[in-house]
């Protein structure tokens, strides 16, 4: 199956570098891919391999492989609308005393 754009497949696997860190200073996971494919709205990006564990004050950096679903049209569009949404709740705040006048 083809993703949207041409050429593109609609799934692939890429190799990922997956750091983890649990310490006072930070506690984070961040996924690198090997290379640059553009993540858009509605992608997903699967991470293979047993789950990761690490206990307060380490630190760990492992490679992985990650497989990366590109979302068809109507997904993307409906993460788009899903994400102007969530914006539009933004603007619902009062910068009023609360008093009626």
């Known amino acids: 199956m083809r993703g949207l754009?041409?050429?593109?497949?609609?799934?692939?696997?890429?190799?990922?570098?997956?750091?983890?860190?649990?310490?006072?200073?930070?506690?984070?996971?961040?996924?690198?891919?090997?290379?640059?494919?553009?993540?858009?709205?509605?992608?997903?990006?699967?991470?293979?391999?047993a789950p990761i564990t690490v206990k307060f004050g380490e630190q760990l950096n492992l490679r992985r492989t990650a497989t990366v679903v590109r979302a068809g049209p109507l997904k993307r569009m409906m993460m788009h609308v899903a994400g102007y949404l969530e914006l539009t709740e933004l603007y619902d705040v009062s910068f009023s005393d609360g008093r009626v006048r």
């Open 5 to 49: 754009w041409a050429n593109e497949p609609r799934s692939f696997d890429i190799g990922c570098s997956i750091e983890v860190e649990q310490t006072s200073e930070s506690l984070h996971a961040h996924v690198t891919l090997d290379r640059d494919v553009g993540i858009r709205p509605g992608d997903e990006v699967v991470i293979h391999g």
